[in-house]
């Protein structure tokens, strides 16, 4: 019956606050923390690129010019040229669109299959969890990258397996949170009193857990974003998925990298960047929505 | 006690078989015919109907999966089509190379990062705690093959302290005979030092590389754990018990948190195994990842799957290490009957 | 007593914490003095900030907390000016402290025998060769049987009262002056409480120790104590010897915190403080009992016998419930360590399951409260939770107004009309409540499924209807859980409970996570909506002071049995078993 003591929590009491708005507690959070406001413009930025990338950049992507080739950064070409002569800003740009659709894909896919199976297998048990888990557990026993080379291999080089193989990897991660999360809230109060009230086990789940478990599947759904970004980087960066002349940032380090040794960094170091850049941001928001979306910290 | 292992040991069983049937399945599902694959690129419609008979590709597909697991208890993974060289003895020979390799890279992590974990968790807002963050959250975003040529660029063409990224060993220097395959070792168990020096400086970079990889999810959670442990209650004990400082980080706090670490160590290692493969290509490290990179770029099937599965195998029996190891640590686990 | 100068002298302490909404005062000139030899009690409710005060005193505040004002000196030192390396010489060996929930205060991966040696070489109590032997010896003093064998014991191996003997022996371990105990024994039965206070008390008067005990039990306090310091809210508002804080309490809030521990001798509304009632409005037309033309039964003053006037059949009849567990089978030589409590008696080796309840027979009469009580691992909860149709049993009858609702399986009972007619309110009002639901949605809930009423309109004047039943204002209709006190939470669980006018309602220790004037309210909340909506209790309790207060018969169980049962009256002033006996005996009681 004792709170814990020696903190401040018994002192400030259980009088609360009156509330604001889900706006309002937003900028309260991003006041609070700016690191999550730089994450969450970037993360504008990053969209903006994708949509309006093709519009907006000051060359055709694939267009080659052999008269330029191989140029450091220079006012005509901000990222400089790469050994076909094309521009390197434009080709970064148009790159934002591909990769940010293959993670968004594979995200969703991923998170229709494990985080639902997942759900599932905790809330129910029985079979259903014994299936989920053995799925989950021979999927695990692969190294996960190792593993997506081997699906990408098998199934034809393509950006739609990529996808696929970013998800089937990711499967038991997601699986796994999503288990423990509805396994934790299966036996609690509120969920026996959901029963008391006349609600059948799939309404539960549908109106009690899963609305619970949501703000801990978003955080991992933008951290797994990051996740998917650098997978289809590395596997084009390896010869897998996307094929040249197509735009796609892994290729294009892959295609820089054997400049390196002879100085013309650019063609790996601005597609390098915007990797990067994109990956930090979607850790950085997943830990700032997790501030914003969890219902106790909102006044 | 050794029940308990033996007890473990038989659990991996199931994941064998589930790891050996996925790989079957992976040849499979090709799109197209699998003898035209396996034939590769540059084949006649007889090899093709050659391989097929030869790999048992047109029987019933139970069948197959039977001669399939014989052929593995015979360590039978087939034959790569550009060597020619069953994949089983290119794999074998070129093994050590990435163990070296990972096991630089991972001893190195671990000795940055868990001190680093610890001390961010001890001295919490210092700037070491801030530095911890930083490495931890930008560390897991920088993809593994950028930071390696970024090394490459700085080290190599900038200042000139590191060797062209051509492998292991500099052309004019040759391998020390061969007994465990690691250079390092096999040159010092001779006494050449000029090759272990040549050998070792080709390994720095790469082997930095995946550290600075791996040392984020380490160094994150080590400090996490230290976190959660430094405010237990067990702790708090300590402390009002005026034990002193070194014996609550050490005795009271260091091993508990470790645990957790410990069991993290397996995610760590699947992380290590695929960054493998793409540090191996940067700087062309004959392991068996740019094997396998260099076989799929040949469109060269049988060394691939040879590839997954011989990772995955590694990759179950370092995750039973790593739960035996647990299980002999925290007694709660030992003594579970 | 002769003392002139006191051991610990605290003069008006105040502490700061920083924390994200700026800095708050936790406690304010507090002012605590022990003399050599002598028990004090700091007792209050939650946020009164008696353990803030302690920590204080040992210097092992948060990182964001910091003494902001006043003295504190031991023995002649001053502590605030000590250094940290004064103050760890001073832990342990001059002054120590155990704290709540045992189990967690101790090293989970550490032999007992070495965290005791750890303690005993800080403070250079002993050398390598005789550490071990001076380990088992404090062993001993705290009464742990083979303390040759336990010292080898991991903290998991032993039950809660014996890893409170361990905390005992490591704060004892080098003879301090002045023993402070955090909450020691919340959380443990009160047989196990007993045992540990008077162990405790044992072992300081023999050693001539002062010790500080904070708690927020004032029997227990005046119990053990000499002198009784009462805080709220960061203050100290009374100090007196505890015989005079009962006879005389001179502070308000002393008042409304002794009316509010339930004790023998005092009904229901003497609990609450003078002319403060419940905040509870009866609904206007009071509910008729289950339709059958029964008006509820007259509201009276306090709990006592209620008249049975129908003579009709019972509500509720259990016969030979049993519900067993398939046992995972405990190492031999260790059978023993893991039994968690000390007095349940050891289970055979062969048995392959395990009984929580073994065969137990009762009834429930309409308008009846049913007092159902027994320490943890009694099988008590086991029980309600079966008839509450949330689990399956094992063997045996639930009868509910004559049809056997126990031959239903638990998966399907939630869409049955029977499942309006028995609800439950539970222990935990935070746990209960759904953390994205508002109150108004929690409350709801049963209505939508299981009730009549539709429509926006209608739904939402019934939510208030219930608010008011309940004494909930209605503006906290729209808050979530996390904005709400520990009591509105009970009383939103208590109004979902009776949203669809059950005839049975369980009350799983609704009042164990509440203060003590909390409490007070709540339970004569419950009484008052008992008689005017004519709804029969089933209340589990480890608790037999609240027990006695709320119950007309009570039934104790132990070990999965039924001991004893009976009128409240006669049980706890006669009791007939042995085992009701020890456990009225282990209740502390303020001197009369």
């Known amino acids: 019956m004792s709170e814990p003591a020696g903190t401040g929590s018994t002192a400030v009491g259980?009088?609360?606050?009156?509330?604001?708005?889900?706006?309002?507690?937003?900028?309260?959070?991003?006041?609070?923390?700016?690191?999550?406001?730089?994450?969450?413009?970037?993360?504008?930025?990053?969209?903006?690129?994708?949509?309006?990338?093709?519009?907006?950049?000051?060359?055709d992507p694939l267009a080659s010019d052999t008269s330029a080739t191989l140029k450091s950064p220079s006012a005509a070409h901000w990222f400089g040229t790469d050994q076909l002569g094309r521009d390197i800003l434009s080709r970064v740009m148009v790159a934002t669109r591909l990769d940010l659709a293959i993670a968004?894909?594979?995200?969703?896919?991923?998170?229709?299959?494990?985080?639902?199976?997942?759900?599932?297998?905790?809330?129910?048990?029985?079979?259903?969890?014994?299936?989920?888990?053995?799925?989950?557990?021979?999927?695990?026993?692969?190294?996960?990258?190792?593993?997506?080379?081997?699906?990408?291999?098998?199934?034809?080089?393509?950006?739609?397996?990529?996808?696929?193989?970013?998800?089937?990897?990711?499967?038991?991660?997601?699986?796994?949170?999503?288990?423990?999360?509805?396994?934790?809230?299966?036996?609690?109060?509120?969920?026996?009193?959901?029963?008391?009230?006349?609600?059948?086990?799939?309404?539960?789940?549908?109106?009690?857990?899963?609305?619970?478990?949501?703000?801990?599947?978003?955080?991992?759904?933008?951290?797994?974003?990051?996740?998917?970004?650098?997978n289809a980087a590395g596997l084009s960066f390896i010869g897998l998925g996307v094929r040249p002349p197509t735009p796609e940032w892994g290729i294009m380090v892959a295609e820089g990298a054997a400049f390196i040794v002879s100085g013309e960094w650019w063609i790996a170091f601005f597609p390098g960047a915007a990797l990067m850049i994109a990956v930090f941001c979607f850790n950085l928001l997943g830990d700032g929505l997790r501030d914003i979306v969890d219902p106790q910290r909102r006044t | 006690m050794l029940r308990n292992i033996a007890r473990r040991m038989a659990t991996v069983i199931p994941t064998l078989v589930g790891v050996v049937i996925v790989t079957f399945?992976?040849?499979?599902?090709?799109?197209?015919?699998?003898?035209?694959?396996?034939?590769?690129?540059?084949?006649?419609?007889?090899?093709?109907?050659?391989?097929?008979?030869?790999?048992?590709?047109?029987?019933?597909?139970?069948?197959?999966?039977?001669?399939?697991?014989?052929?593995?208890?015979?360590?039978?993974?087939?034959?790569?089509?550009?060597?020619?060289?069953?994949?089983?003895?290119?794999?074998?020979?070129?093994?050590?190379?990435?163990?070296?390799?990972?096991?630089?890279?991972?001893?190195?992590?671990?000795?940055?990062?868990?001190?680093?974990?610890?001390?961010?968790?001890?001295?919490?807002?210092?700037?070491?705690?801030?530095?911890?963050?930083?490495?931890?959250?930008?560390?897991?975003?920088?993809?593994?093959?950028?930071?390696?040529?970024?090394?490459?660029?700085?080290?190599?063409?900038?200042?000139?302290?590191?060797?062209?990224?051509?492998?292991?060993?500099?052309?004019?220097?040759?391998?020390?005979?061969?007994?465990?395959?690691?250079?390092l070792i096999d040159s010092l168990l001779v006494g050449d030092l000029e090759v272990f020096r040549a050998a070792l400086a080709q390994l720095i970079l790469p082997a930095a590389t995946l550290a600075i990889f791996s040392l984020a999810p380490i160094a994150r959670m080590t400090r996490a754990s230290m976190l959660a442990v430094l405010g237990s209650d067990f702790v708090r004990t300590a402390r009002a018990s005026g034990l002193a400082p070194s014996t609550v980080i050490i005795t009271y706090a260091f091993r508990n948190a470790m645990?957790?670490?410990i069991t993290t160590l397996?995610?760590?290692?699947?992380?290590?195994?695929?960054?493998?493969?793409?540090?191996?290509?940067?700087?062309?490290?004959?392991?068996?990842?740019?094997?396998?990179?260099?076989?799929?770029?040949?469109?060269?099937?049988?060394?691939?799957?040879?590839?997954?599965?011989?990772?995955?195998?590694?990759?179950?029996?370092?995750?039973?290490?790593?739960?035996?190891?647990?299980?002999?640590?925290?007694?709660?686990?030992?003594?579970?009957? | 007593m002769t003392a002139a100068l006191p051991l610990l002298d605290v003069r008006d302490l105040t502490v700061e914490f920083t924390t994200r909404r700026g800095v708050v005062k936790a406690i304010q000139h507090v002012d605590v003095s022990v003399a050599k030899g002598e028990t004090l009690a700091i007792v209050g409710e939650s946020g009164s900030g008696k353990s803030v005060t302690s920590f204080a005193v040992m210097r092992i505040l948060d990182r964001a907390g910091r003494i902001a004002d006043g003295s504190v000196s031991f023995s002649g030192i001053d502590l605030r000016k000590a250094d940290e390396g004064q103050m760890r010489n001073l832990r342990g060996r001059e002054m120590s402290m155990i704290f709540q929930n045992p189990r967690a205060a101790l090293n989970p991966i550490r032999k007992v025998g070495h965290q005791i040696e750890d303690v005993?070489?800080?403070?250079?109590?002993?050398?390598?060769?005789?550490?071990?032997?001076?380990?088992?010896?404090?062993?001993?003093?705290?009464?742990?049987?083979?303390?040759?064998?336990?010292?080898?014991?991991?903290?998991?191996?032993?039950s809660g009262g014996m890893c409170q003997r361990v905390v005992i022996a490591l704060a004892l371990a080098c003879r301090p002056q002045l023993l402070i105990a955090d909450e020691p024994t919340t959380g443990l039965d009160v047989t196990t409480q007993k045992t540990v206070m008077d162990l405790v008390t044992e072992l300081t008067r023999a050693r001539g120790m002062s010790t500080i005990l904070i708690t927020h039990d004032l029997g227990l306090a005046a119990a053990y104590c000499d002198r009784v310091v009462v805080m709220e809210k960061g203050r100290v508002v009374e100090?007196?010897?505890?015989?005079?804080?009962?006879?005389?309490?001179?502070?308000?809030?002393?008042?409304?915190?002794?009316?509010?521990?339930?004790?023998?001798?005092v009904s229901l509304r003497d609990l609450l403080p003078e002319g403060v009632m419940t905040g509870a409005q009866p609904s206007p037309s009071p509910r008729l009992s289950r339709g059958e033309g029964i008006p509820a039964p007259p509201a009276r003053l306090n709990g006592a016998s209620h008249p049975k006037g129908d003579n009709r059949a019972p509500l509720l009849v259990v016969e030979k419930l049993v519900k067993e567990y398939p046992r995972k089978q405990a190492a031999g030589g260790f059978a023993s360590l893991f039994r968690r409590n000390e007095a349940a008696p050891t289970p055979s080796p062969e048995a392959k399951t395990f009984r929580a309840v073994d065969g137990i027979s009762f009834t429930v009469h309409r308008g009846e409260s049913v007092g159902l009580v027994g320490e943890s691992g009694c099988g008590k909860s086991t029980t309600s939770t079966m008839v509450m149709r949330l689990i399956d049993k094992s063997d045996g009858r639930i009868m509910f107004d004559g049809q056997d609702i126990g031959a239903i399986p638990a998966k399907r009972f939630a869409k049955l009309p029977f499942r309006k007619r028995i609800q439950m309110v539970f222990q935990d009002p935070t746990d209960s409540l759904n953390p994205r639901f508002t109150a108004a949605r929690a409350i709801a809930d049963p209505i939508l499924?299981?009730?009549?009423?539709?429509?926006?309109?209608?739904?939402?004047?019934?939510?208030?209807?219930?608010?008011?039943?309940?004494?909930?204002?209605?503006?906290?209709?729209?808050?979530?859980?996390h904005q709400l006190s520990g009591g509105q939470k009970a009383r939103v669980g208590i109004a979902r409970a009776i949203a669809l006018n059950p005839d049975l309602v369980i009350l799983d220790e609704p009042t164990a996570a509440l203060d003590v004037s909390v409490q007070a309210v709540v339970l004569n909340l419950l009484q008052e909506l008992k008689e005017q909506l004519g709804m029969s209790y089933l209340f589990v309790s480890h608790d037999l002071n609240v027990v006695r207060l709320l119950c007309d018969r009570v039934i104790v169980m132990q070990a999965g049995r039924i001991v004893e049962e009976g009128p409240t009256e006669r049980v706890l002033f006669a009791p007939e078993a042995q085992y009701t006996r020890d456990l009225l005996a282990a209740i502390p009681h303020p001197p009369v």
């Open chain 1, 104 to 230: 968004i894909f594979s995200v969703v896919l991923v998170f229709m299959l494990g985080g639902l199976s997942g759900i599932a297998a905790g809330f129910f048990g029985g079979w259903t969890d014994r299936v989920v888990s053995r799925i989950a557990d021979t999927i695990m026993a692969f190294p996960l990258f190792v593993l997506a080379m081997g699906i990408v291999a098998a199934l034809g080089n393509t950006v739609q397996n990529i996808v696929l193989a970013t998800a089937i990897v990711n499967f038991p991660l997601y699986a796994r949170v999503a288990r423990a999360e509805a396994n934790v809230r299966r036996e609690a109060g509120f969920v026996q009193a959901a029963r008391l009230s006349g609600n059948g086990e799939y309404r539960i789940l549908l109106t009690q857990i899963l609305p619970n478990i949501m703000p801990i599947m978003t955080v991992q759904m933008s951290l797994t974003m990051g996740y998917a970004i650098l």
């Open chain 2, 25 to 183: 399945l992976l040849t499979r599902v090709l799109p197209g015919d699998p003898a035209v694959y396996f034939a590769g690129p540059a084949a006649t419609p007889q090899s093709i109907a050659e391989i097929r008979k030869s790999l048992g590709l047109d029987r019933p597909l139970p069948e197959q999966f039977l001669r399939y697991v014989s052929d593995l208890a015979h360590g039978n993974l087939g034959s790569s089509l550009s060597t020619g060289q069953p994949v089983v003895s290119e794999i074998a020979s070129r093994l050590p190379a990435s163990a070296e390799l990972t096991l630089c890279g991972l001893v190195v992590a671990i000795l940055i990062a868990v001190p680093l974990g610890v001390l961010a968790a001890v001295k919490q807002g210092s700037l070491i705690d801030h530095a911890c963050r930083i490495v931890a959250t930008a560390g897991v975003s920088l993809p593994v093959f950028f930071t390696g040529l970024l090394l490459v660029y700085a080290f190599y063409f900038l200042l000139g302290w590191s060797p062209a990224p051509l492998g292991r060993l500099d052309v004019f220097y040759s391998a020390p005979s061969n007994v465990t395959g690691f250079y």
């Open chain 3, 239 to 265: 100090t007196a010897a505890s015989n005079s804080i009962f006879k005389a309490p001179a502070h308000a809030y002393t008042r409304k915190l002794m009316r509010a521990t339930p004790r023998p001798g």
């Open chain 1, 14 to 59: 259980a009088l609360p606050a009156p509330r604001t708005s889900f706006v309002g507690h937003a900028r309260h959070v991003i006041g609070e923390n700016p690191v999550t406001g730089i994450a969450f413009a970037l993360f504008l930025l990053i969209v903006a690129c994708a949509v309006l990338g093709p519009f907006i950049a000051p060359y």
């Open chain 2, 259 to 261: 645990l957790p670490v």
């Open chain 3, 120 to 158: 005993l070489r800080q403070h250079a109590q002993a050398g390598s060769e005789d550490v071990t032997e001076k380990a088992v010896a404090i062993l001993e003093q705290v009464r742990i049987a083979r303390p040759k064998e336990r010292y080898h014991a991991y903290p998991f191996e032993l």
């Open chain 2, 266 to 337: 397996g995610m760590v290692f699947s992380f290590l195994l695929g960054a493998n493969v793409l540090v191996e290509k940067v700087f062309a490290w004959p392991g068996i990842g740019s094997f396998a990179v260099e076989a799929l770029i040949a469109s060269d099937f049988a060394p691939v799957q040879g590839f997954v599965l011989t990772m995955a195998i590694m990759y179950v029996l370092l995750n039973l290490a790593i739960d035996i190891l647990y299980g002999v640590i925290d007694p709660r686990v030992r003594m579970e009957g």
């Open chain 3, 449 to 481: 499924r299981l009730g009549a009423t539709r429509g926006r309109k209608a739904l939402r004047a019934r939510c208030e209807e219930l608010a008011r039943q309940v004494g909930l204002p209605t503006e906290l209709l729209d808050r979530f859980p």
